[in-house]
């Protein structure tokens, strides 16, 4: 079983957080998702930069990277091999699953122990107000979800090689990145020894995730997704060409991801951050809704392999920096943040009278 999956056994989620509601004859945002906006200020665009755009197969691309994740805990990739082709179909299957009537996506509904499948986000439980989203959780093939949408095999079969492709492909990019983020970093093969596979280990290391924001009545007061970081190592985003993402930085406010045609948004994930010793931040990010179109997107969380402890490399360790985190397996840390959302981080964190 993969990490993910055992850490959702383990915390199970009650219906009211798991079943989206019929956005289709919604004409008024409910009470149950009107949000109280803005709970943090707006970056100004005139005096704050953007999150950068990196071209993968430059020459400098490492050391981008590198200043991108410590300043931004984000950044967008383009020339990232995976093609556009590729990504278009991607889209419009992510389009024809969550265009069905509500019941029939309800026949591939997760279940409260499990996490694929059809549903609300994960993090919906830490919230009183609902969020104006609905989910489809993959991990490897969705044949068997696939099934209860679309019992005929030729209704299924292309929206199943389409995600197992697209999961092959995002997997060798971020392991691309991956490389790339701890070269940057000075940190050798042998350093990171423990995020190659083991020989003969099937499990996936990564979850696809798709995300459905169905147009809003009243954008202002709802939340698409609400501010969160990602437990993974490092996510990849596709976003197709609907602006609604944000990231969040200390002291500037919310600064809007606006999409660049074909590319790929990059998350540094908490997993990361441990790993770095902090070098790296975990991006606080956000999803809002707009009035006009339905916005689609797919996130894929790449994570070390099942049962590895990430422990911060000792080679980012010395007097100046004393090492931050204690070792803890991905799913361990999704324990954490099944309970703890987003001050699971600060809990496997070494108080100072330890260090
Ligand atoms: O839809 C987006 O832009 C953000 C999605 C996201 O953050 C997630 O799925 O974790
Ligand atoms: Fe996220």
Not at 189 to 209: M, R, T
Not at 268 to 286: E, W, Y
């Amino acid at each position: 079983m993969n990490s993910v999956s055992e850490s959702y056994k383990n915390n199970p989620l009650h219906l009211k957080h798991i079943i989206p509601l019929d956005f289709k004859t919604a004409l008024k945002l409910p009470d149950s998702h009107a949000w109280t906006l803005p709970d943090h200020p707006m970056a100004d665009p005139l005096t704050h930069a953007a999150v950068p755009v990196i071209d993968l197969g430059g020459p400098q691309a490492a050391t981008l990277i590198r200043q991108a994740c410590e300043k931004w805990g984000a950044f967008q990739v383009t020339n990232h091999g995976i093609p556009i082709k590729l990504l278009n179909q991607v889209e419009f299957q992510t389009r024809r699953l969550f265009a069905l009537p509500a019941n029939q996506k309800l026949l591939a509904g997760r279940s409260p122990e499990d996490f694929t499948g059809y549903g609300l986000p994960r993090i919906s439980t830490f919230f009183s107000k609902l969020m104006w989203t609905e989910g489809f959780t993959i991990l490897g093939s969705p044949l068997d979800h696939a099934r209860q949408l679309w019992p005929h095999e030729y209704d299924h079969i292309n929206f199943c090689q389409v995600m197992v492709e697209y999961q092959k492909e995002l997997k060798g990019l971020a392991e691309k990145i991956l490389g790339l983020m701890f070269r940057s970093l000075g940190l050798t093969q042998e350093d990171i020894a423990w995020f190659k596979p083991k020989y003969g280990c099937k499990s996936p290391q990564g979850v696809l995730q798709l995300n459905s924001y169905p147009v809003c009545p009243d954008p202002n007061r709802a939340m698409g997704l609400a501010p969160h970081t990602d437990s993974s190592l490092l996510t990849s985003l596709y976003q197709g060409n609907t602006s609604g993402l944000q990231v969040y930085r200390d002291n500037v406010g919310w600064v809007p991801v606006h999409p660049v045609s074909g590319a790929l948004v990059v998350i540094v994930g908490d997993l990361m951050q441990i790993t770095c010793n902090g070098r790296f931040k975990s991006a606080l990010h956000r999803a809002l809704v707009n009035n006009t179109r339905h916005r689609i997107s797919t996130a894929y969380f790449y994570g070390p392999p099942q049962d590895v402890k990430i422990s911060p490399s000792v080679k980012l360790t010395d007097h100046d920096h004393p090492i931050l985190y204690r070792p803890v397996t991905w799913r361990e840390y999704l324990d954490a943040k099944a309970t703890h959302f987003n001050k699971a981080i600060e809990l496997i964190r070494y108080d100072a009278s330890s260090c």
